[in-house]
């Protein structure tokens, strides 16, 4: 298990990945900076925290603390208007940063200790914590966009009344070992 477990960890976050920027890019471009009320956050505030995030975290991950002294997380959920395009560049420039640190890990890794905020985790509880937190405003960012599309969301997963013919199809198969990602994810990183 140990072994499959950074391929297995890396799926997930791609998902996660992929679930944001498929809301983000279904959305009017004048709507990424849109909130509910003052205490909201919009899409393109969470992607600047999920990105600082990560690259706070995932910057020097064996070597330094986690929260890095240049972060400055307050600055995050201010109020700023991004297009598209400069969401894309912030959104990929963390995902990347994490990416490329789960690339660079080997399985004697996963029982080393690395600080976030001075508290130690083993890099598997680090990996868990961030999986968890970035799912979360992942799906605050879905949530936002399934408000702002109303009728006109494209579903990212079963849509509604398909379930029944979703698992027809899903049964029909063979039994196989497969990651539940498989066909969500394109195929270079399947």
Request: include cysteine; glycine fraction near 4%; charge should be positive.
């Amino acid at each position: 298990m140990r072994d499959n477990y950074l391929s297995s960890i890396k799926k997930q976050f791609l998902y996660n990945r992929e679930l944001g920027w498929k809301t983000i890019s279904q959305l009017p471009e004048e709507k990424i900076n849109w909130q509910y009320n003052q205490e909201s956050n919009s899409i393109t505030q969470l992607v600047k925290h999920l990105s600082s995030n990560m690259l706070s975290r995932w910057t020097d991950f064996l070597s330094s603390d986690g929260e890095k002294a240049w972060r400055v997380r307050d600055s995050e959920f201010e109020s700023e208007s991004f297009n598209k395009d400069q969401i894309k560049k912030v959104w990929d420039k963390g995902w990347n940063c994490l990416l490329d640190t789960i690339d660079s890990l080997e399985t004697q890794d996963l029982d080393k200790v690395v600080y976030i905020r001075n508290q130690g985790h083993t890099v598997v509880e680090a990996i868990n914590r961030q999986l968890s937190h970035y799912s979360y405003h992942v799906g605050q960012i879905v949530f936002i966009g399934k408000m702002i599309q109303n009728d006109q969301w494209q579903s990212l997963s079963i849509p509604r009344g398909q379930s029944a013919s979703y698992n027809q199809k899903m049964f029909s198969k063979e039994k196989q070992r497969a990651h539940f990602t498989h066909d969500f994810l394109p195929k270079k990183e399947r």
